[in-house]
């Protein structure tokens, strides 16, 4: 009796943990991959797409914010629609990561089959189906060049030719400031031209970001770098 009694627990303590309930109502769009749903932020399984400062060229070649227009998307697509996220697990940023509906529709799917994100196949290929049609039909960004989400968190960019490219400098009318922290978890922003711009990469899921203007990166609390 003792030892079926040890056995039952045993078998209960390796039974898989019951999975997370559905967190479901009105969302907002914080960019092209992450929602909020009453202040709980999700990360869309499966997905990468563009980052908001990101640019990608058209089929005429010519610029355009690419992880913006992926957000805009988004927002337009749910509208006042209610939606549900289903939490599977928490990344390594504590954000937790999840497939989010908008009724029957798997809105992480859909952003990869619309071409506005690519299948994160890092960490799933739940979504590789919808990247091809994607492609083959070339629909938003692939109907021009771009650079792969994961390559320009690392300061990689599209080159003139479509190919990625070393990391040639934004054009200074955009917002081509590089705000970075560094190791000693001081914000400081970069400028075009100056020693370290080159170098300096810009990585969101870090805390990084760009900005347009100096006025800008100075009201977010950063400073300039000292030469």
């Given at each position: 009796?003792?030892?079926?009694?040890?056995?039952?627990?045993?078998?209960?303590?390796?039974?898989?943990?019951?999975?997370?309930?559905p967190?479901?109502?009105?969302?907002?769009?914080?960019?092209?991959?992450?929602?909020?749903i009453?202040?709980?932020?999700?990360?869309?399984?499966?997905?990468?797409?563009?980052?908001?400062?990101?640019?990608?060229?058209?089929?005429?070649?010519?610029?355009?914010?690419?992880?913006?227009?992926?957000?805009?998307?988004?927002?337009?697509?749910?509208?006042?629609?209610?939606?549900?996220?289903?939490?599977?697990?928490?990344?390594?940023y504590?954000?937790?990561?999840?497939?989010?509906?908008?009724?029957?529709?798997?809105?992480?799917?859909?952003?990869?089959?619309?071409?506005?994100?690519?299948a994160?196949?890092?960490?799933s290929?739940?979504?590789?189906?919808?990247e091809?049609?994607?492609?083959?039909?070339?629909?938003?960004?692939?109907?021009?060049?771009?650079?792969?989400?994961?390559?320009?968190?690392?300061?990689?960019?599209?080159?003139?030719?479509?190919?990625?490219?070393?990391?040639?400098?934004?054009?200074?009318?955009?917002?081509?400031?590089?705000?970075?922290?560094?190791?000693?978890?001081?914000?400081?922003?970069?400028?075009?031209?100056?020693?370290?711009?080159?170098?300096?990469?810009?990585?969101?899921?870090?805390?990084?970001?760009m900005?347009?203007?100096?006025?800008?990166?100075?009201?977010?609390?950063?400073?300039?770098?000292?030469?």
């Open positions: 009796m003792t030892r079926c009694f040890v056995v039952a627990l045993m078998t209960v303590g390796l039974a898989p943990s019951a999975q997370a309930a967190v479901v109502g009105r969302a907002s769009v914080i960019d092209g991959d992450t929602l909020d009453r202040g709980q932020r999700f990360r869309l399984q499966g997905v990468d797409t563009p980052e908001s400062a990101q640019l990608c060229q058209d089929a005429a070649g010519k610029d355009y914010r690419c992880g913006q227009k992926a957000a805009n998307a988004l927002a337009d697509k749910i509208g006042t629609g209610t939606v549900s996220c289903e939490p599977i697990e928490s990344d390594r504590g954000r937790t990561v999840a497939v989010c509906r908008l009724g029957g529709l798997d809105l992480n799917g859909w952003l990869v089959e619309q071409g506005h994100s690519m994160y196949r890092r960490y290929t739940a979504y590789v189906t919808q091809d049609a994607a492609r083959s039909a070339k629909r938003g960004i692939w109907a021009g060049t771009f650079t792969p989400p994961w390559d320009w968190r690392k300061g990689e960019r599209t080159g003139p030719e479509g190919q990625i490219g070393g990391m040639p400098e934004p054009a200074p009318s955009g917002c081509a400031i590089k705000g970075n922290i560094n190791r000693k978890g001081e914000r400081i922003y970069h400028l075009p031209g100056s020693r370290d711009y080159g170098r300096t990469t810009v990585s969101q899921e870090a805390g990084d970001r900005f347009c203007s100096e006025t800008e990166a100075l009201a977010a609390g950063w400073r300039p770098r000292h030469n």
